[in-house]
């Protein structure tokens, strides 16, 4: 089992940037960020894959949020830039529960299976 510690939330201004990071107690498993706002389902941000040969972004946030990871200290980033207030939510890290795993083009929720506690991000107007 993958443990997930998940950090760098907080309450920003619309515009500004916060750096997300998550801790993993494994190495080499494709990870992902979602967020889930109050009343909303659970929706995925951005993953990567175990090697960062590939990257997914969701529409909403392409070219303001950048996914990265340091296979070197088992830690996932996820840098947002231009928040926007309706990003307000709670962003949670998450891992496949199998290493090196692959990530299809859409990745979907039920492809990943250790969650980390969640840090919250508020974006106010």
């Known amino acids: 089992q993958v443990q997930l510690v998940d950090s760098g939330g907080g309450l920003v201004q619309a515009g500004d940037s916060l750096r997300l990071s998550c801790s993993a107690s494994?190495?080499?498993?494709?990870m992902g960020w979602f967020r889930q706002a109050p009343g909303k389902d659970r929706e995925l941000v951005a993953a990567?894959?175990?090697?960062?040969?590939?990257?997914y972004y969701s529409d909403s946030v392409k070219g303001r949020f950048t996914i990265s990871r340091n296979n070197a200290n088992n830690t996932m980033y996820l840098q947002m830039n231009s928040l926007k207030p309706e990003e307000t939510a709670v962003y949670y890290c998450?891992?496949?529960?199998?290493?090196?795993?692959?990530?299809?083009?859409?990745?979907?929720?039920?492809?990943?299976?250790?969650w980390g506690q969640g840090t919250q991000v508020t974006v106010s107007s």
């Open positions: 998450s891992s496949q529960r199998k290493p090196m795993g692959e990530m299809s083009s859409g990745p979907r929720r039920a492809e990943f299976g250790y």
């Open positions: 494994g190495a080499r498993y494709t």
């Open positions: 990567i894959t175990w090697d960062s040969r590939v990257k």
